[in-house]
């Protein structure tokens, strides 16, 4: 026998993991602030604030989308229809994300800084002077 004389004390009684202290309760965001919204439904019409257009998914339609110069990634290839910018909130549909910088023959979407400053862009919205020109100042929305 090669446990001899020492028999174990299994305690069955103990549970074998340790999972610590039970889910935090749910504490639900504040308020939104004035023209701003949490919900969807039929008698809300989200607009984007560039274009005026209704921002609505339609799964069926085409992304017209100039083919690159370099093989996309995965997470290039993820396809958001909205974005978001992170500081102020403002939401703007797919379209004018990617017109933001403007081209020689289109101009930009957005608002370039009154400062004559052509390479910053900034938030569309009227009185919202947030810096949109990066992409890291956007997030994605998947639907």
């Known amino acids: 026998n090669p446990l001899a004389a020492n028999v174990p004390n299994f305690n069955y009684q103990a549970n074998g ?3 610590g202290p039970g889910k935090a309760p749910y504490v639900p965001p504040p308020a939104p ?4 919204t949490r919900d ?7 607009m984007c604030p560039s274009c005026e257009e209704e921002l609505s998914y339609d799964p069926d339609e085409e992304l ?7 093989a996309r990634n995965r997470k290039e290839r993820e396809v958001h229809h909205f974005w978001a910018v992170k500081e102020c909130g403002h939401v703007y549909c797919r379209k004018c994300f990617e017109g933001r910088r403007g081209t020689q023959k289109q101009p930009s979407t957005m ?11 900034l938030c569309f919205v009227e009185d919202c002077d947030t810096d949109v020109t990066q992409k890291h100042s956007w997030v994605g929305i998947f639907l």
């Open 17 to 19: 993991y340790n999972n």
């Open 33 to 36: 602030n004035e023209g701003f």
């Open 40 to 46: 969807t439904g039929p008698d809300i019409d989200a």
């Open 64 to 70: 017209n989308s100039p083919p690159s110069k370099k």
């Open 111 to 121: 608002r370039l800084d009154p400062k004559n400053n052509k390479k910053k862009v």
